[in-house]
């Protein structure tokens, strides 16, 4: 068998001409529409792809992208990024997390912020070098800061299993996952406190590619058949968003309203049952989790099991964790931006108080929310 | 300003210009440093004057070590002046416990750096810190020397000029990021560590006129490109297919998702010369690095910022990295 090289996983996905083909697809279909319509890509990842390869200045007028709520860094409300400061500040404690999530701001500063006043702050690739970073420093409380969609809760999963199995004395957890389907029938569902309306113009999604390795297209089922909202499960490289949105927008020349995949050479139906197990082995629904910029979704986040309190963070620091929510500044937009009722340059403070280095809202913490991709590479038509 | 110091600070981007101009360039201000070059030009015009100080973990990676990193980044600043390097100080700040071996090691690999360069070390300074007062060792090393082409400035870019790299770009960054501690991934790669200044001699032995010149250390070729676009009041537009990288830097790149334009190197630099000089500039890069390619020209299309060209079509900016580097989420 041929060897696959890593960038046979990425090269034609790129190609200019098949991009530019696409391009032309998509403008003949949707000169047949009868109104235009909104596609909200509810992955922060497609965000990113979105705004890096400008796919917005090859789309016809009546298609447009409203950026969906699924960046993991952005979606964390000041109270929890508290959370990770204080953790981090404890005496002998190690706090261990992934990527951006160390330059969110909370109310005392970012996990950056901790580390410069001498917290022990680190970040790994892979959740599973926390078990090296506990076993070279025994005297030590290694607490894994968990964050991420369904794409990396079998990782914390497998840590927590791994932690159980080898009886590792000094690994907490902090669980922040999220899901994806809940919040996005609250973006269909939900009144919006603030301009008191239902008024969401999400008309279909472009569904996320690496949540549904794991999870199975299933998972989206529901939002065609009782919502109407067509979705297509998309990847994440140029070539795969364009044909993702070429076929959304033949759904609705042809008027179908379907969950279909386009990202078949990873996702199928049923997705990854083994880590679909190993998540409900370890973690539970809370009742409510609240998104920064959204307010709290029902049973969109989870936490440890009952069972496996001893190893979760929540419970062994509570004494010293705050419990009270914050509210964003007055003047950020993010939570209409999140429900497609505002763009990033509406913002009165995008790119003037609020940039990627000072951040105020949610949509700008993180490389994946929509202000900071804005920001980066500029809306050039 | 922040309050307190971060890593970010240190970054060669946003945070790290900021540093500099709200603390040191407000009390140290004068003529010579507010040109903001690679290396001062001193004695009008006769000398090229810098300093680095260096610190890398791990202290040897595929390709190099922090010795031939502290010879090279101060010789390549010198020859980014169009200068010849000839002196240079060498001060080292030891923590306690630091093997002996390594550390003649080291040293040993910066002669061998200063022999290709024409270099010679002539003043010194050792410090020995308490276990945990420094990472292992620190260098610093002062170098001086004589400008052999003159008028070389960020400040020089016209319309209608043509942008070069010397080679494939960002392998300094994928090396450091593949070998060092937490990220764990395998790859043939090594850094791009090398001394620059012969490849600049070849340059003016052809008798190329060289209006820019900058090694694309910390920040990557898109800090040097915004930075020229910024000082020369101009527009860079880049070809973005023609940014040349290894594969397995792209693959590094694609997983930890950074920009390959973005990533440190220790041995490539950014030139700009006029159209006319283009393809002889592109010939004499050729002949050390088959990867060198001419990658952008100057025009007024978005003055101060940096336009990235898809080959679909499409147009963005390409920003100053801003933070510090981290690996995606997912």
């Known amino acids: 068998m041929q060897e696959l090289e890593l960038k046979n996983l990425y090269d034609d996905f790129r190609d200019g001409e098949t991009i530019k083909a696409y391009a032309q697809i998509i403008a003949e279909d949707a000169a047949k529409l009868e109104k235009p319509i909104n596609i909200m890509e509810v992955c922060g990842g497609h965000t990113h792809t979105i705004m890096k390869f400008g796919l917005p200045q090859l789309l016809p007028d009546n298609v447009n992208f409203i950026h969906g709520p699924g960046c993991p860094v952005c979606i964390m409300p000041k109270e929890r990024i508290d959370h990770a400061y204080v953790l981090s500040m404890q005496p002998d404690v190690i706090l261990v997390t992934l990527g951006d999530m160390i330059k969110v701001p909370g109310s005392n500063g970012s996990l950056q912020d901790a580390r410069a006043k001498g917290a022990d702050v680190r970040f790994v690739y892979s959740p599973m070098e926390c078990l090296k970073i506990a076993e070279e420093n025994p005297d030590k409380t290694v607490i894994f800061f968990a964050i991420g969609f369904e794409t990396t809760t079998p990782m914390t999963a497998v840590l927590v299993e791994q932690v159980i199995l080898k009886k590792v004395p000094n690994i907490l957890f902090h669980i922040n996952h999220v899901t994806v389907p809940e919040v996005m029938v609250e973006l269909i569902d939900s009144r919006d406190v603030h301009v008191d309306s239902y008024n969401n113009q999400i008309d279909a999604f472009l569904g996320p590619s690496h949540v549904s390795v794991i999870s199975g297209s299933k998972i989206y089922d529901k939002f065609p058949k009782d919502y109407g909202r067509p979705v297509v499960v998309t990847g994440f490289e140029p070539v795969d968003a364009m044909q993702g949105i070429s076929m959304i927008v033949k759904q609705f020349v042809e008027k179908r309203c379907e969950m279909e995949v386009q990202y078949k050479r990873v996702v199928n139906h049923d997705g990854n049952i083994k880590a679909q197990a190993l998540i409900e082995k370890y973690f539970e629904k809370m009742s409510l989790f609240r998104w920064r910029g959204l307010g709290n979704v029902p049973d969109s986040g989870l936490k440890l099991r009952a069972e496996y309190a001893a190893y979760d963070a929540e419970v062994k620091y509570k004494d010293v964790l705050p419990i009270a929510e914050i509210e964003d500044h007055k003047l950020c937009i993010c939570g209409d931006i999140l429900r497609g009722m505002a763009k990033p340059q509406e913002c009165t403070i995008f790119g003037t108080a609020c940039k990627p280095t000072t951040p105020i809202g949610s949509c700008m913490v993180s490389s994946e929310g929509a202000c900071a991709a804005y920001y980066k590479y500029g809306n050039l038509i | ?330």
């Open chain 2, 1 to 330: 300003m922040t309050k307190t110091i971060t890593i970010a600070h240190g970054n060669g981007g946003e945070e790290n210009n900021e540093l500099i101009k709200k603390i040191f360039y407000k009390h140290f201000e004068n003529d010579i440093l507010a040109k903001s070059e690679d290396a001062a030009v001193i004695e009008d015009g006769k000398l090229a004057f810098t300093t680095d100080s260096f610190t890398v973990s791990p202290l040897f990676f595929p390709g190099g070590d922090i010795g031939k990193l502290a010879v090279c980044g101060t010789c390549n600043d010198l020859a980014m002046m169009g200068a010849k390097p000839k002196y240079m100080t060498c001060s080292v700040i030891i923590e306690e416990g630091f093997s002996t071996r390594e550390l003649e090691k080291i040293v040993k690999s910066m002669k061998t750096e200063l022999e290709i360069n024409g270099a010679i070390v002539v003043s010194g300074d050792t410090k020995v810190v308490p276990k945990g007062a420094v990472d292992q060792l620190f260098i610093n090393t002062t170098g001086i020397g004589t400008i052999e082409h003159k008028g070389i400035t960020a400040s020089g870019l016209k319309e209608g000029m043509s942008i070069l790299v010397s080679r494939d770009v960002g392998c300094h960054g994928a090396t450091i990021f593949a070998a060092r501690e937490g990220i764990e991934l395998e790859s043939g790669l090594q850094t791009d560590c090398a001394s620059l200044y012969p490849h600049i001699k070849a340059l003016m032995d052809a008798d190329i006129n060289i209006v820019a010149l900058r090694d694309a250390t910390r920040g990557g070729v898109s800090a040097v490109l915004n930075e020229w676009a910024k000082t020369s009041d101009v527009c860079v537009e880049v070809e973005e297919e023609k940014i040349p990288v290894l594969d397995e830097v792209r693959g590094i790149c694609e997983m930890l998702g950074f920009e390959a334009i973005d990533l440190a190197n220790e041995g490539t630099f950014v030139l700009c010369v006029g159209k006319e000089d283009e393809v002889k500039a592109l010939e004499v890069l050729q002949k050390t690095h088959t990867t060198a390619a001419l990658i952008a020209t100057v025009t007024t299309q978005h003055v101060g910022r940096v336009l990235l060209n898809s080959s679909w079509g499409t147009k963005r900016f390409l920003d100053l990295p801003t933070g510090e580097l981290l690996p995606r989420i997912c």
